[in-house]
T-cell receptor
Framework: KAGVTQTPRYLIKTRGQQVTLSCSPISGHRSVSWYQQTPGQGLQFLFEYFSETQRNKGNFPGRFSGRQFSNSRSEMNVSTLELGDSALYLC??????????????FGPGTRLTVL | AQSVAQPEDQVNVAEGNPLTVKCTYSVSGNPYLFWYVQYPNRGLQFLLKYITGDNLVKGSYGFEAEFNKSQTSFHLKKPSALVSDSALYFCAVRDGVRGKLIFGQGTTLQVKP
């Protein structure tokens, strides 16, 4: 079974631009979560989508948004990029995060650098 | 609110020696606890989880974790460390049955030959 894939793997953008990151979950997984990883803040939850609906949301500004498609693929968008948005963005999928014991499977991440 | 803490930024151990990476948690209700490992420039890999049942949970790559309800701890252990175990380890707790994963700040494990 193929793992979680994320594209692109690396991105360089300038302040003020916007960016879209893509995530394809493991086949059959309907829950997709997004995380931001930085050296200073660690791993922080952005949002989770399940069956095309946002089920959970972290404490990020509205510049960060996401969506999920009917095939469970997900995208996240960051508008008006700031230097502080430079991070590794990780996507994770699970069978159903509603069942508390389901583990999440992570993709390799997208490394975003904002100049 | 649920939270998890990893009190050590780094753990150093010699190859062949047992290792422990510490994690404490704070939850209301039953805890759903996880350990993940991250190698450089990679995503997180699932190691093991505690949902219910036996307090000693066995996972991938010879790792195990001990759930202690009275001490609210979920320490990761391995009887004999390998150099290849050197990586960043994260403990996580589920924020409720349908909630997000909340991660600790991570512990760097350094295993020296």
């Amino acid at each position: 079974k193929a793992g979680v894939t994320q594209t692109p793997r690396y991105l360089i953008k300038t302040r003020g631009q916007q960016v879209t990151l893509s995530c394809s979950p493991i086949s059959g997984h309907r829950s997709v979560s997004w995380y931001q990883q930085t050296p200073g803040q660690g791993l922080q939850f952005l949002f989770e989508y399940f069956s095309e609906t946002q089920r959970n949301k972290g404490n990020f500004p509205g510049r960060f948004s996401g969506r999920q498609f009917s095939n469970s693929r997900s995208e996240m968008n960051v508008s008006t990029l700031e230097l502080g948005d430079s991070a590794l963005y990780l996507c994770a999928s699970s069978l159903d995060q509603g069942a508390g014991g389901n583990e999440q499977f992570f993709g390799p991440g997208t490394r975003l650098t904002v100049l | 609110a649920q939270s998890v803490a990893q009190p050590e930024d780094q753990v150093n151990v010699a190859e062949g020696n047992p290792l422990t990476v510490k994690c404490t948690y704070s939850v209301s209700g039953n805890p759903y606890l996880f350990w993940y490992v991250q190698y450089p420039n990679r995503g997180l890999q699932f190691l093991l989880k505690y949902i219910t049942g036996d307090n000693l949970v066995k996972g991938s790559y010879g790792f195990e974790a001990e759930f202690n309800k009275s001490q609210t701890s979920f320490h990761l252990k391995k009887p004999s460390a390998l150099v290849s175990d050197s990586a960043l380890y994260f403990c996580a707790v589920r924020d409720g049955v349908r909630g997000k994963l909340i991660f600790g700040q991570g512990t760097t494990l350094q295993v020296k030959p």
